[in-house]
């Protein structure tokens, strides 16, 4: 969320981040609430000055037996405090509808951000790796995994409904062994590893700015709970509320959480395979850093996840978001995108940002150094997939793929396999 007194002296930065974010805000409304809010606050003061001040007087007109004026200064005392109370009761009504407004403004693009307006002005930074060129007709994903006896699309359906599926055996193993592989890798550089659950409440979604924005994505299981969308929620939350100490960070936090999405606005796109499903494994990355370093901390996190599939021989590419096509919360995002032969074209499989204070000033995260200034400042967040284990998997599946339709193992991924280097059909 952004600062409400940043807000309120830079409505007109505020208009033109919203305009190259294909946003809006109610700039006319926020005004109307703020310049209510502090009339409020200003009569509440002074009925409290007055109320004050005629308390004291009773005490004097009572020993100088004047009871009838001090009957009527109790009257006023009374009104006095009622009034406040209904002042009251109305300031915490505005202060709830300006809070809700400025929740709902995107944030602010770091000055680095490439303008455009969407994902096709989003300029590529870097390219790992050479897709491979076939000397057979591939497969896609899709057909590869039911004739190999690994994925159960049909299955799926039957046990829950569309846009879920079923693996089985060698899929299973595999699925797995990504999980261990891409969390012990996390580990190796440094990252913590948590195990949350998957379940949580509004004011954690609230935090990370999936809610109210995005409520139709969710699954809900019960009055203010939900299935998560990604462990960025409950890894960012792990801090809520708290003040940390400088020099306890950069934190790096990983784990590894089943993700449940709606997909509400992705009606038609990637309906076939493992890509864009509504129950999805993966690992994300989170770090907390101070405002100095947050940029170079969304460096080495992407790079992070660039290591996984380095370390899988995967080829990818980097591309850094448009204003345009930038995350809600998101300062700055670099989104990697790994080869797939089935779409002939790169799909993302990661997405790292750099959030600044947004999240923190939501989930109220700050922290302290005594020696760099006073009081409190809030902590910078970012969050990142590392990876999407599904997308990984299609990955694998298609870029590994033999003239048999068998499947070669990535060598890093062999031991996690139990040594298994061949997935073949099952007999």
């Known amino acids: 969320m952004l600062d409400i007194k940043f807000v309120r002296e830079n409505p007109d930065a505020v208009d033109k981040s919203c305009s190259e974010r294909n946003a809006s805000w109610d700039r006319e409304r926020f005004f109307e609430l703020d310049a209510r809010r502090r009339e409020l606050i200003s009569e509440v003061e002074s009925l409290q000055a007055d109320r004050n001040a005629v308390s004291k007087r009773i005490g004097e007109l009572m020993r100088a037996g004047e009871r009838e004026e001090a009957e009527q200064a109790k009257r006023r005392v009374a009104a006095n405090k009622d009034r406040i109370a209904e002042l009251d009761r109305e300031r915490t009504q505005v202060e709830a509808d300006l809070k809700a407004l400025v929740a709902a403004i995107p944030n602010i693009a770091d000055e680095s951000v490439p303008f455009g307006r969407d994902e096709s002005d989003n300029p590529e930074v870097r390219r790992w790796g050479t897709p491979r060129t076939f000397d057979f007709e591939a497969k896609a994903h899709w057909d590869l995994g039911p004739d190999l006896g ?3 699309f049909e299955r799926g359906v039957k046990l829950a409904q569309s846009r879920f599926y079923l693996l089985g055996g060698m899929g299973a193993r595999l699925e797995r062994a990504l999980i261990n592989f891409m969390v012990d890798l996390h580990a190796e550089a440094g990252f913590k590893e948590w195990w949350p659950p998957v379940v949580t409440n509004a004011a954690c979604l609230f935090g990370t700015g999936q809610l ?7 699954f809900h299981v019960g009055d203010d709970m939900y299935l998560i969308p990604t462990a960025e929620v409950m890894l960012t939350n792990i801090h809520q509320g708290e003040i940390l100490d400088a020099s306890s960070l950069p934190r790096w936090y990983t784990a590894f959480t089943s993700c449940f999405r709606e997909e509400a606005g992705s009606a038609g796109r990637d309906t076939r395979g493992i890509i864009r499903v509504h129950q999805f494994d993966k690992v994300e990355m989170v770090k907390f850093a101070t405002p100095e370093t947050s940029m170079d901390e969304l460096e080495s ?5 660039e290591r996984v599939l ?11 978001l448009c204003t345009g096509d930038i995350g809600f919360s998101a300062r700055k995002t670099y989104d990697v995108e790994v080869w797939l ?5 790169y799909k993302e499989i990661s997405s790292c940002s750099n959030c600044g204070d947004f999240q923190a000033r939501r989930a109220n995260i700050r ?6 200034f006073k009081g409190t400042r809030y902590v910078h967040t970012l969050n990142g997939s590392g990876l999407a284990v599904g997308r990984t998997m299609a990955a694998i599946m298609e870029n590994y793929q033999n003239e048999d339709g068998s499947i070669t193992v990535p060598e890093a991924l062999v031991p996690y396999m139990g040594g298994v280097e061949v997935i073949a059909p099952e007999e």
């Open 150 to 152: 690994i994925i159960d």
């Open 212 to 218: 109210p924005k995005f409520e139709d994505d969710l």
């Open 301 to 305: 996190m992407t790079a992070e996840a």
């Open 310 to 320: 380095q370390t899988l021989g995967l080829p990818y590419r980097v591309i850094c």
């Open 341 to 345: 032969p089935s779409y002939d074209n």
């Open 367 to 372: 922290y302290r150094d005594p020696e760099a």
